[in-house]
């Protein structure tokens, strides 16, 4: 889901994504295992001061108004501190829990809090609450079952005019995929866009 809100967001006329620009740091300072580590190591900044370097809007957007949209996992952060993000707007996508226990358990057979990153988006909001910068928070739910009403309202909450374009895309990967996508991606790569349909009822076990 997360992925599909990257690329609905590159179909935008006055946005340029970026593709998880904190893994690298995270393998690094965790050294958390993941199929695509080495490559991640070597395809991304792994200091914090190479993160933030990178995820620098060029002088072109800076100088035009232009949108950078950075998909991250909220566990990412770790090690970072969230003020070093303080003039960014921040959106927060949670899921059903058991559904992400789901999507994990087929990569990682034991997955950790660190792993799950609820904990890192319950610090990450309340810190952003208390700071007076409340993020947006989207449920993944809600995302599926109406996804045209849910982008267009957070457009608008965002201060971005809406563009139809966002509902579709060419299947395939995209030139921003990180490493990961070939472990990851399969799912939105066969996609064309988002369509309505029922959220997922994955038990609880």
């Known amino acids: 889901m997360s992925t599909a809100l990257m690329y609905s967001f590159a179909q935008r006329s006055d946005t340029r994504v970026l593709d998880e620009p904190l893994y690298g740091h995270f393998l690094r300072h965790t050294g958390a295992q993941r199929p695509c580590r080495e490559a991640t190591l070597s395809a991304r900044p792994c200091t914090v001061e190479g993160v933030l370097d990178f995820m620098k809007p060029t002088k072109e957007e800076q100088s035009e108004g232009q949108t950078l949209f950075c998909k991250h996992m909220a566990n990412h952060i770790h090690g970072i501190p969230w003020t070093a993000f303080k003039g960014h707007r921040h959106v927060i996508l949670f899921r059903n829990p058991a559904a992400v226990m789901s999507s994990y358990s087929a990569h990682i057979e034991s997955p950790s809090m660190l792993d799950l990153g609820y904990a ?41 005019p809406w563009e139809p374009g966002m509902m579709a895309w060419e299947p395939g990967a995209r030139a921003e995929d990180g490493p990961w996508a070939p472990w990851w991606y399969k799912g939105v790569h066969a996609s064309t866009g988002w369509e309505a349909r029922p959220a997922e009822n994955t038990p609880c076990s």
């Open 120 to 160: 890192s988006q319950l610090e990450l909001l309340q810190s952003l609450d208390a700071a007076g910068n409340p993020p947006v928070v989207v449920c993944s739910d809600k995302l599926q079952a109406s996804p045209e009403h849910i982008l267009e309202a957070l457009c608008s909450t965002l201060g971005l």
